[in-house]
C-alpha cells in the first residue's frame, strides 16, 4: 500500500462519519463523554490517537493545521503527527496560533487568544476525571449520571488539609456548563482558565478509552475549589530568559551540572512573537 | 544553547535511519525473507495473526521482519493496516464441528469416536537444544500421517450433551457485537468478551488462566477436547444472494469441561469454557477457555472475587497494543506537567521554611 492510496487525512470516510457524530453528540452536551468506536492508527496509543482520529475526521483541505506538544511546535512528536497530515492529508501547516484553523494539541493550551473561526483539538491519555477516585467504568458513569462529584471535593479538601494547598497542578477538574465535571487533559492548571468562555470549539480525542468529549463556544467552564481556598494558577519567580514574558507558562531548562537553571516559555510560537515585537 | 534541547525532524529522520541498519544487522549475513518467517517461524505468525487481528500469514509475517522480531511492536503494524481495510461484511459463522482435523486431543476420555490425534506438538518432545537445527539440514521424508476418517468426528462435549451431563451451549445472540465496530460497554456479554480475549494478549490470559488454577477463581478445568484443523469461510455477497466459499483458515478450538453446577432439586450438569483462536494457538485458546469460563462466574451464581472473574478488569487491560501504547507513553516529553509538580514542591518547600524561620525568631 502506497501512502497515495489513503483516503483523505487516512481514515475511510464511513469512519469519519462516525467520528462526527460523536463529536456533535459530544458538542450538544457540554463535557460529557461520548463513547465511540475508536480505530487503531498507525501511531502507537498514548501518542495522540484519539486527538488525530479528531483532526482527520474534521480536517478539509482548506484547512491550516498546526500541531505542538508541551507548547511547543518542534518537539519530536508534535513533528511526527505533523507530517503525518502532511503526508495523508496534504494539508498546509503552520507554527503561527493566529493563522491556524485546527491546532492539535497535547499538555498546552497556545497563549495567544483563539478565534471563533479555530478549533482546538486535545490529545487525551485519561478522560475521566473520577477515574483515580474510582476505576470501575461502571461506576463512573453512574456517578457523572447522578452529579455525584462529592468524592472528588472530598480529595480536594483533603489535599488542602494534608498540605495546606489543593495539590492538583495540571489535568485540574472542571464542571462545564455546570453539569458536568471533566478532565481538561493534562494541561497546566495555568491553562484552565482559558478553558472558560473561549471563542474556539474545543475538541477532546481519548483513542485508547475510545471517548470524546466538547466544549462548545463561549462556554462556562468553572475549575473546582472552595470558597475560602479558591482556584489559583502557577506564578514564577522569573520570567522567560529568551523574550522576557512574565504572564506565559515557563519550562525549566538544566544548564549545567552545578545548580545552573533557566526558564523560558513553554510556547515556543508566543516566544518568536514576543521577540520578534521588541 | 538552549536550541540543543529541541530535536524534531532531523533526529527523528537519523533515528529511523539507525532503526534501519539496526533491523538487517551484519549484512554478511543473509537478509530474512517473509517466506521464511511465514514456513518457519509459523507460530509467531498465527500469535500476530490473534492480537493483530488480521488472518494474513504473508502480512504478518512481514510485520515480525519490519518490528525486528518484537511481537507486540508486529501485531501492532497489523492492526494499523487492518484500520484500512474495507470491511465487506460478516462472514457466516465457522462450523468448527466440520473441521479438517490435524490435531485433535481429550484430557477426559482415553479413547473418543474418531480418535486421539498427536498431529504437530511439542508436547512429548524432550526439551533439549537440538544442536542439530544449528546447520541446514536434508529435507526430510514425509511424516506418517494417519488415515482421516471420512466423517469429521463428533464433539466430545457433545457425547456429555446428549446425556444431558453438560450444560447446552448457550448461544447469546444471533447477529454477536463486535468491538472493533463500537466502543466497549459493560456488562459486556459472552460474545464481546470472547472476541476480546481472542485479541488479548496471550501472556496476560495464560497469567490469569494459571491464577484460576492456583485458586484466584478455582473452576476445576478438565480440556474436554482440543482440535487444530483448517475450516472453510462461507460468505454470502449482498449481490449475489447465495453462500459461496472465501477461503480456509486453520484455528485452534478449546472445549474445557469445568465444575458442576445444580442441586438435590435440578440434577447437577458439569459446565463449559470456550476458547477459539486462528492458527495453532494451544496455549492461547486453553487460556481463553479458563478466563472465560471465569468471567461466567455471575451467570453462574458463584462469588465473584478473584481477578479473572472480574469483567472490567480482564477485557480493560487484555489488549496489549493498547497497554504498550500507554505503558511507552511515559517515554513523551512531560515537560509542562512535570514543571508543574516541581513549581508546587518549591513552593510547599518555601513555605515550611519561612514557618520554621519565623518560629526561631
Known amino acids: 500500500m502506497s501512502s497515495a492510496s489513503y483516503n483523505f487525512a487516512y481514515l475511510s470516510e464511513q469512519t469519519k462519519r462516525m467520528i462526527r457524530r460523536a463529536l456533535l453528540k459530544a458538542i450538544a452536551i457540554p463535557g460529557y463523554q461520548v463513547p465511540f468506536a475508536s480505530r487503531e492508527m498507525p501511531m502507537p496509543y498514548g501518542w495522540g490517537t484519539g486527538g488525530v482520529q479528531v483532526t482527520a475526521a474534521i480536517l478539509v483541505p482548506e484547512d491550516v493545521l498546526k500541531v505542538i506538544d508541551q507548547g511547543a511546535d518542534d518537539t519530536t512528536n508534535a513533528v511526527s503527527l505533523r507530517s503525518f497530515f502532511v503526508k495523508t492529508a496534504g494539508i498546509a501547516t503552520t507554527e503561527a496560533t493566529a493563522e491556524a484553523t485546527v491546532i492539535q494539541t497535547r499538555h498546552r493550551i497556545p497563549e495567544a487568544p483563539l478565534t471563533e473561526n479555530q478549533i482546538l483539538v486535545f490529545q487525551v491519555p485519561i478522560p475521566e476525571p473520577l477515574r483515580f477516585l474510582e476505576p470501575r467504568e461502571t461506576e463512573t458513569r453512574k456517578m457523572h449520571a447522578l452529579e455525584e462529584y462529592g468524592v472528588m471535593h472530598v480529595k480536594l479538601y483533603e489535599d488542602i488539609a494534608k498540605l495546606g494547598q489543593v495539590a492538583t497542578t495540571y489535568a485540574y477538574p472542571a464542571k462545564v456548563a455546570g453539569r458536568y465535571v471533566f478532565d481538561p487533559s493534562p494541561i497546566p492548571k495555568f491553562d484552565n482558565p482559558k478553558l472558560d468562555h473561549n471563542p474556539a470549539l474545543q475538541l477532546f480525542g481519548a483513542g485508547r478509552e475510545k471517548r470524546v468529549y466538547a466544549i462548545p463556544p463561549y462556554t462556562s467552564v468553572q475549575s473546582l475549589d472552595f470558597e475560602d481556598h479558591p482556584f489559583e494558577i502557577q506564578k514564577w519567580d522569573h520570567t522567560c530568559a529568551l523574550c522576557g514574558s512574565d504572564d506565559s507558562f515557563l519550562d525549566e531548562i538544566i544548564t549545567d551540572d552545578k545548580g545552573g537553571h533557566m526558564f523560558v516559555c513553554s510556547d515556543t510560537d508566543h516566544c518568536r512573537a514576543t521577540q520578534e515585537q521588541k | ?361
Not at chain 2, 465457522?94 to 486421539?116: H, L, N, V, Y
Not at chain 2, 451467570?299 to 478473584?306: F, H, I, Q, S, V
Open chain 2, 1 to 361: 544553547m538552549y536550541v540543543a534541547v529541541k530535536g524534531g525532524e532531523k533526529a527523528i529522520a537519523a533515528a529511523h535511519r539507525l532503526l534501519a541498519e539496526k533491523r538487517r544487522g551484519d549484512v554478511a549475513v543473509p537478509e530474512l525473507g517473509v517466506e521464511q518467517i511465514e514456513q518457519q517461524l509459523a507460530l509467531s505468525v498465527e500469535r500476530v495473526m490473534n492480537e493483530g487481528s488480521l488472518y494474513d500469514r504473508g502480512w504478518a509475517a512481514l510485520a515480525i521482519k519490519q518490528a525486528r522480531g518484537d511481537l507486540i511492536e508486529a501485531a501492532f503494524l497489523l492492526r494499523a493496516a487492518r484500520t484500512t481495510l474495507t470491511r465487506f461484511g460478516y462472514s457466516t459463522p465457522i462450523a468448527t464441528e466440520k473441521m479438517e482435523i490435524t490435531r485433535r486431543i481429550s484430557a477426559a476420555f482415553k479413547d473418543i469416536p474418531g480418535g486421539q490425534i498427536l498431529g504437530p506438538t511439542f508436547d512429548y518432545t524432550h526439551r533439549l537444544l537440538d544442536f542439530a537445527l544449528a546447520e541446514p539440514g536434508e529435507p526430510l521424508a514425509p511424516a506418517m500421517v494417519s488415515e482421516l476418517a471420512l466423517e469429521p468426528p463428533v464433539r466430545v462435549l457433545d457425547l456429555l450433551r446428549q446425556q444431558g451431563l453438560i450444560e447446552a451451549a448457550t448461544q447469546t445472540s444471533t447477529s454477536p457485537e463486535d468491538l472493533t465496530e463500537a466502543p466497549l460497554n459493560f456488562p459486556a456479554g459472552r460474545d464481546l468478551r470472547l472476541q476480546n480475549l481472542v485479541r488479548g494478549d496471550e501472556g496476560f490470559l495464560l497469567a490469569l488462566a494459571y491464577s484460576t488454577q492456583r485458586g484466584y477463581g478455582r473452576s476445576h478445568p478438565f480440556a474436554g477436547e482440543i482440535r487444530f484443523g483448517s475450516i472453510e469461510v462461507m460468505f454470502t455477497p449482498e449481490e449475489l444472494g447465495f453462500e459461496i466459499s472465501i477461503g480456509e483458515i486453520a484455528v485452534t478450538e478449546c472445549d474445557m469441561i469445568n465444575q458442576f453446577k445444580g442441586s438435590t432439586e435440578v440434577a447437577p450438569q458439569f459446565t463449559r469454557g470456550y476458547g477459539l483462536v486462528l492458527g495453532q494457538c494451544e496455549r492461547k485458546a486453553m487460556s481463553m477457555a479458563l478466563v472465560d469460563r471465569a468471567l461466567r462466574c455471575e451467570e453462574l451464581g458463584e462469588e465473584r472475587g478473584a481477578p479473572a472473574q472480574d469483567e472490567e478488569f480482564v477485557l480493560s487491560h487484555s489488549d496489549n497494543v493498547q497497554a504498550t501504547g500507554f505503558v511507552e507513553h511515559l517515554k513523551l516529553p512531560h515537560y509542562v506537567d512535570f514543571q508543574s509538580e516541581l513549581a508546587m514542591l518549591r513552593q510547599m518547600h518555601a513555605e515550611i521554611a519561612a514557618k520554621k524561620k519565623a518560629a526561631a525568631e
